[in-house]
């Protein structure tokens, strides 16, 4: 299985189970900006404890790898688990969607978007996958995450609304990185 075929199981087995989800990181910043290699896929999910019977069914051994316990903890503490592709070592993290008032706006703006021929996917939002990548590299300081933000500013700025995230990168703290972004872009 490559990444391409496990991003559609991902997508229709969460479409089929009726998890609301949106693709985000990597992915999400590849389908807005310039390709680059990933070995994780993310999807951000309303997952519940009822929803996890059936979901770890569909990720079973052998072909899968995944933790119950590390799933249930996850979905209780509105954290991340891992599904793990037992022969290529592909990861899916799902991220459970958090309850804070910004994840809630960035959760309902997903829009479904073409993923592969024949299909489609929900997916974030340009701006969210940009303010999370802030997030994200405020917590661990990786350069590819600003890297992404500004493949995606090349390549989507005039669709990318600008005042959106500058409202929100100020209310979450992470509005000095977005500037120094934006220098990085214009220069």
Known sequence: MNQAELLRYVVETLDTLGIDYMVSGSHASIYYGEPRM???????ADVTLAHLPALVERFAAPEFYV??????DATATRGQFNIIHSLTGLTIDIVVRKDTPYHQVEFDRR?????LPGIEAYFAQPEDVILNKFLYFQEGGSERHLRDIAGMLRVSGPEIDTRYIGDWAQRLGVGDIWQAVRRRVET
């Open 38 to 44: 990933t070995q994780d896929i993310d999807v951000v």
């Open 111 to 115: 829009w479904r978007q073409p993923l």
């Open 67 to 72: 933790s119950e316990e590390a799933a249930r």
